[in-house]
T-cell receptor
Framework: DVKVTQSSRYLVKRTGEKVFLECVQD?????MFWYRQDPGLGLRLIYF???????EKGDIPEGYSVSREKKERFSLILESASTNQTSMYLC????????????FGSGTQLSVL | GIQVEQSPPDLILQEGANSTLRCNFS?????LQWFHQNPWGQLINLFY???GTKQNGRLSATTVATERYSLLYISSSQTTDSGVYFC?????????????FGKGNQVVVIP
């Protein structure tokens, strides 16, 4: 069965901390994505990657960076967490060139105090 | 950029009722998907539907790409249908593909 695993379900951090959100997929998918979800705003794309060591900015990349050293792992990094980065973070993956089917992890609810 | 608008934003249904959710998009797209997010936050792909009609049990979807809209039908609703339904359109972006999501339809089915 398809699986996208996010390392933490809930995370509480302090302003200014460096935060790592980890995502691992076991389907050998080329494409991986990080979204954040906020009430009333839907899902917004932060960063995406179509290959190892490759990354592209999404719609709201400011304050974030990513790392994809291995095909199965895509990490989202908050260099200096701020309260406006409190949100639900969703990782997703899909195979091939298109996005015929997107598989999501169960999400990480991050609170920055 | 492209606008993806979903209506109605909120819907309360009596169990057993039917409903229609709508997704309008402002530009031509490569594809369109519908997702369901359950109350625990898990997102599941329901339909991958660039055009035409597809059915999966009590759910069906229709996309009319030339008129830039898609409809999701829920028939004989059950409490497990509660959650948020998202429409996402696939764009071609600098040689790669990506999805743009609407803000969702919040559906509550009451017994």
């Amino acid at each position: 069965d398809v699986k996208v695993t996010q390392s933490s379900r809930y995370l509480v951090k302090r302003t200014g901390e460096k935060v790592f959100l980890e995502c691992v997929q076991d389907m050998d998918h080329e494409n991986m994505f990080w979204y954040r979800q906020d009430p009333g705003l839907g899902l917004r794309l932060i960063y995406f990657s179509y290959d190892v060591k490759m990354k592209e900015k999404g719609d709201i990349p400011e304050g974030y960076s990513v790392s994809r050293e291995k095909k199965e792992r895509f990490s989202l990094i908050l260099e200096s967490a701020s309260t406006n980065q409190t949100s639900m973070y969703l990782c997703a993956s899909s195979p091939g060139q298109g996005i015929e089917k997107l598989f999501f992890g169960s999400g990480t609810q991050l609170s920055v105090l | 950029g492209i606008q993806v608008e979903q209506s109605p934003p909120d819907l309360i249904l009596q169990e057993g009722a039917n409903s229609t959710l709508r997704c309008n998009f402002s530009d031509s797209v490569n594809n369109l998907q519908w997702f369901h997010q359950n109350p625990w936050g898990q997102l599941i792909n329901l339909f991958y539907i660039p055009s035409g009609t597809k059915q999966n049990g009590r759910l069906s979807a229709t996309t009319v790409a030339t008129e830039r809209y898609s409809l999701l039908y829920i028939s004989s609703s059950q409490t497990t249908d509660s959650g948020v339904y998202f429409c996402a359109v696939e764009l071609r972006y600098y040689g790669n593909n990506r999805l743009a999501f609407g803000k969702g339809n919040q559906v509550v089915v009451i017994p």
